[in-house]
């Protein structure tokens, strides 16, 4: 296979995508549609296959320094999984990577760019594999464990490729400099600009979203020529490793150490994180989760550049709506899609306690709730759907928070427990709403993980929109959706959108909800607020992953 | 005056520089040549008269929160300053600044680049009263003053700003988003995109290229909407204060608060800028300075994204030339240049012990030291030209170091102070050249700032290298040379640029200067060493100073 095989391969679907970044209308390369007519026949069946392979068995990696075995995951389905995995003595792992950069580096660009397209193509032939692993340790339902954990994913990191493509593009590789000199000769310097990476990678991934989150800090590293580490979430492994795993395969067959991305597995109960990533040839961070291990990161891996993902508090402020309906319907998915455990998840849910104005006239505050516990409970009474669009609550602990929360308001729809038809140890529980008081802003202004939600009375869409902005400049927030037939307050949201650095949706009440991103066209996180400290993605998440060198000659 | 026409009037050269930073060709707009024909019958005398009208009165600037005068600076020359500028209450200023930053912010990027390259073009036609107010306080010759000071600080300016321009015209205003659903109608969300400031910038300036090393940071934040506070050094305020007044004038016409550009002065008995640094609303820093203040800021402005140029070891390694002659005259002018007073002179020069190969035989290290001393003694024999060449020394610190250092090691060149034919009290001296082993490695590689520099004896070329880099990666550098007539020296010091992130100069004995460095071609240090974290100017320079904001809704 010759190196450049790939990059003519892919080639169009690359200009593709750097049009797409500029544009930002929808496109993909990758469908979302788990169809057999979009994947083959067997896809599905052979994807489910490999996935049963794996439990139960070693998976094996290829990378120097393995000194043993470590026990992964548990399902929230309540499967038995039984993969084990390769333990690294990361002191002779990250010696060896860095030795493997320098050919990794000499490759360039266009060469890098064709082998982390190919590996996207291949993650996406095995959208399926990847989607029961997906789904299995982050509790998604299938279809989302398929498209957000699959395409989606993958689109996410075409779009670090594409990014980093363009950046890296704007440095030519080299350059003549001629100076004129009066009547004298010019003085001329043939000049050679060098993309150099900055060093062994870290990509730190988490419990719900082991592939989106993970793979554009991955390409975006691994396209600007550093090797990657990729630490998984203990609770969520496997994911990972067959995406590893298929980077190995394509990174091997282009001619390259396959270890130039690798994977270090702990557990909770032994974590390495801190250790590795004040490892001093750790130069790139990418985190998300918690806010305390985030925030740790940043104050303690000096020697790194950071990009982290944290908690937030995802807000959607309710002025007027002409159908109050649809809104219910629009907002019941939000919160019902895999129990608000996404980082885009709306918590906290402001409305005036004079209640609003609708097509159909005034509505009070409390009728404002109790339409959106009906919608909710409504569009989750069918329990195939309702298991389908739930998934399972990934940790205990999340699972515990449900019923700690109970008493922080009052109960607008109780959350109940329910019997998943295909496994019945899988932790499946309905959305908690509560009605709270402006007044509680500690109460409503903490992210509390899971499908918990507030609908907070207040005492008109100004305050509403005055503590919306409060709370996401001190506590963070990636979405903010607000519902009003009033320019004035789609124009006041707008500024507030940009004062507390937050995505802004208005009046979403059809098939596209706040809580979802289209890679190519929705920036993801702003790298503004508490919440994030960078955005999927922009120039910022990638420029820093690299550094240009220069030398230079007279003729 | 209405706000787009600065845009339209300078439209043309902004697409020049957009083109000369990708194309990496010589070209400015700002002539270097300080000659009547290009600037003016009388730009000279009149530049000389605003500077001297300057001295021994108030400089004033609009700002809010003025509470007082602070008396300015001395002159290295030792002439009699007595400028008094407006001191500052930045508790005061800070709050009006961020107020001032929403009509710059919605002003939108060409208004604002327009802005920009007005406020340039006007520093460009007052370069010579900046170039006598960087004369007199960093202690540059004049010739030096004008051209660092004025054109080349210029062009360092509308780089910066070209490279903000490009960032933020990829990211389109508003984009149509449609996604097709089958035989169904396709999701349609219109978008906006909202380019965002941090905040209020700090520019922390120099005293030895005031204006140089200011513009980079003041323009990439200011085209980007962010306010900026210029905090100058002690000892270098005159020329920040012109250029921020002729800021002033330009918003001021163009209908913008003028303190969205401001000045706060401290003296070196009552510094602010720690507390300036660490002000909750100070949100982007650029720094140019020593390492230990360059690494406080780093580790304590956590709420600020930080830019630093700190000190480093810049080296040069001979191995093998063709006429040691040309070789030596241009690096004694390197070492003369500005008394060494650069972040880009060379300090280590590495020289086998055995010598090395000329066009005419071998040469003994001994002989190379000398040919190096003999030429810098005979290109300064000339008092007009070493006056011009090596300006003053600008602090006391400087020049007592020049005595300190005298024993470090054998000296081949001392250093004697020159009497400056016009200012009876400038501290003028030659430079020091002292010959070390290698094995002295913690006296040369430490950063000796000003005309002191080491001639080091290596046991081989290789040895050399090894040396080099790892001084360099371990105290940092901006620049390397190297001399081979070997083009397998020339690949290894390569490789080597690469792995210690520092720019390579190869066998530079004519016009152009390892310590020079051209904008819009040449990458100004590479934020991958000690010496710098961050580059002038690249995308990573710019990309941090603004976010994105998006807003979406249906049609």
Not at 186 to 213: D, M, Q, Y
């Amino acid at each position: 296979m010759s190196q450049n095989e790939f990059f003519q391969r892919h080639q169009n679907t690359l200009e593709q995508a750097l049009n797409a970044i500029q544009s930002r209308d929808y496109w993909t390369p990758y469908s979302e549609n788990p169809s057999p007519r979009v994947y083959g026949e067997d896809a599905n069946q052979k994807g489910e296959e490999a996935f049963k392979a794996t439990l139960g068995n070693y998976f094996e990696l290829e990378m120097p320094g393995i000194t043993g075995e470590v026990a992964g995951e548990p399902s929230p389905y309540g499967i038995e999984m039984g993969v084990r995995y390769p333990q690294v003595d990361h002191n002779v792992l990250i010696p060896e990577m860095k030795k493997a950069m320098k050919a990794w580096r000499d490759a360039g660009v266009d060469t890098r760019a064709g082998v982390c397209m190919e590996i996207l193509d291949r993650l996406n032939k095995n959208s399926f594999e990847i989607a029961y692993g997906v789904m299995h340790t982050s509790g998604q339902g299938f279809m989302m464990a398929f498209q957000a954990g699959g395409p989606h994913a993958q689109d996410r990191g075409l779009e670090a490729v594409a990014y980093a493509y363009r950046a890296m593009k704007e440095v030519p590789e080299s350059a003549t400099w001629t100076k004129p000199q009066g009547k004298h000769d010019p003085l001329v310097l043939e000049k050679k600009f060098h993309i150099v990476p900055r060093g062994v990678a870290l990509v730190v991934g988490c419990s719900t979203f082991p592939t989106w989150n993970t793979y554009p800090g991955l390409f975006a590293s691994l396209v600007t020529g550093n090797p990657v580490i990729v630490k998984p979430h203990p609770a969520a492994i496997l994911p990972a490793a067959v995406s590893i795993k298929i980077a190995q395969d394509v990174l091997k067959e282009a001619g390259f150490p396959p270890y130039l991305v690798s994977m270090v597995v702990d557990t909770a109960e032994a974590p390495i994180t801190k250790e590795l990533a004040t490892h001093k040839d750790i130069k790139l961070i990418d985190f998300t989760g918690s806010n305390f291990f985030g925030t740790w990161l940043e104050d303690n891996a000096r020697q790194a550049q950071v990009f982290t993902e944290k908690a937030g508090v995802n807000s959607v402020v309710i002025d007027s709506v002409t159908d109050i309906k649809a809104v219910a319907r629009n907002l019941a998915f939000t919160l019902s899609l895999y129990s608000g455990q996404m980082c885009t998840t709306t918590q906290a849910i402001y409305v005036p306690r004079t209640g609003i104005k609708t097509a159909d006239g005034e509505m009070s505050f409390d009728d404002v709730a109790q339409t959106l516990a009906t919608a909710t409970s409504k569009f989750l009474s069918d329990i195939d759907r309702a298991t389908m669009v739930l998934g399972a609550i990934q940790s205990c602990a999340t699972e515990a928070r449900i019923k700690e929360c109970e008493a922080l308001g009052e109960v607008v729809l109780a959350s109940t427990k329910l019997e998943h038809p295909q496994f019945p140890n899988a932790r499946v529980h309905t959305p908690l709403i509560l009605k709270v008081d402006a007044a509680d802003k500690e109460t409503f202004s903490e992210e509390r993980f899971g499908p918990v939600s507030f609908i907070i009375a207040t005492d008109s869409t100004e305050h509403s929109l005055q503590l919306a902005g409060e709370v996401i400049s001190e506590k963070g927030a990636i979405t903010l959706g607000v519902y009003s037939t009033d320019a004035a307050v789609l124009e006041q949201a707008e500024e507030l959108a940009m004062d507390v650095g937050v995505a802004l949706s208005c009046n979403l009440d059809g098939g596209v909800f706040v809580n979802q991103s289209a890679a190519f066209s929705d920036f993801h996180a702003t790298g503004g607020n508490p919440a994030s400290n960078a955005s999927l993605t922009d120039i910022a998440f990638v420029s820093r992953r690299f550094i240009t060198v220069q030398s230079r000659r007279h003729q």
